[in-house]
């Protein structure tokens, strides 16, 4: 299985600033379609997991740009720019690479 | 609006069943691959199975084959979970969630369904 391993957050994040958390995994993501298959999700205490960003930067609907994922092969950053108390929860990234889709431990944003 | 609501979940003992539903309204349902996700108590989330668009393919985690099933029947926009031999550590909340962006992106999920194994 491809382990994926979340980097941690030096919280509480001043509003304002910005964060990264980093995410590897223990196999390149690439795909024979030339396609990364990492995804990063915000789960908000007592809500349901939200897509944020998919195929490594590509922003999905409605997410604001404050949110931007890099990285290539096994090696990841999701950004969070001007950071709002809004933005606090766990943050994990998802390989969907191979089965069996395997996620980080997550990371936490705290807010000050 | 794309909505996704399970149903199903509850108090079970060690060995039994339960069976989980996922009803999708709002997309063609049969349009798309869709997939449960778990997450015990306090823990992060852990994948536990995809169906394809016309249910032909199925994926599991090692730890749930030969005792989960995942169906659908797309005249009725529904996902199941047939969980079979269920063990304490399957004790958690259970989200569907769909890929309509793209295959493999989970775009969508639904409100969780809590499920305890306990005796």
């Known amino acids: 299985d491809i382990v994926m391993t979340q980097g941690a957050l030096p919280n509480p994040v001043p509003s304002g600033e910005s964060a990264s958390i980093t995410c590897r995994s223990s196999k390149s993501l690439v795909y024979k379609d030339g396609k990364t298959y990492l995804n990063w999700f915000l789960q908000r205490p007592g809500q349901s997991p939200q897509l944020l960003t998919y195929?490594?930067?590509t922003r999905a609907s409605g997410v604001s740009e404050r949110f931007s994922g890099s990285g290539s092969g096994t090696y990841f950053t999701l950004k969070i720019s001007r950071v709002r108390a809004e933005d606090a929860g766990v943050y994990y990234c998802q390989q969907v690479r191979e089965y069996p889709f395997t996620f980080g431990s997550g990371t936490k944003l705290e807010i000050k | 609006e794309v909505q996704l609501v399970e149903s199903g979940g509850g108090l079970v003992q060690p060995g039994r069943s339960l069976k989980l539903s996922c009803a999708a309204s709002g997309f063609t349902f049969s349009n798309y691959g869709m997939h449960w996700i778990r997450q015990a108590p306090t823990k992060g989330l852990e994948w536990v199975a995809s169906i394809s668009p016309s249910g032909g393919s199925t994926y599991y985690r090692d730890s749930v084959k030969g005792r989960f099933t995942i169906s659908r029947d797309n005249a009725k926009s529904t996902l199941y979970l047939q969980m079979d031999s269920l063990r304490s550590e399957d004790t958690a909340t259970y989200y569907c969630?769909?890929?309509?962006?793209?295959?493999?992106?989970?775009?969508?999920w639904g409100q969780g369904a809590s499920v305890t194994v306990s005796s």
């Open positions: 969630a769909t890929d309509r962006l793209n295959p493999y992106v989970m775009d969508a």
């Open positions: 195929w490594t930067s």
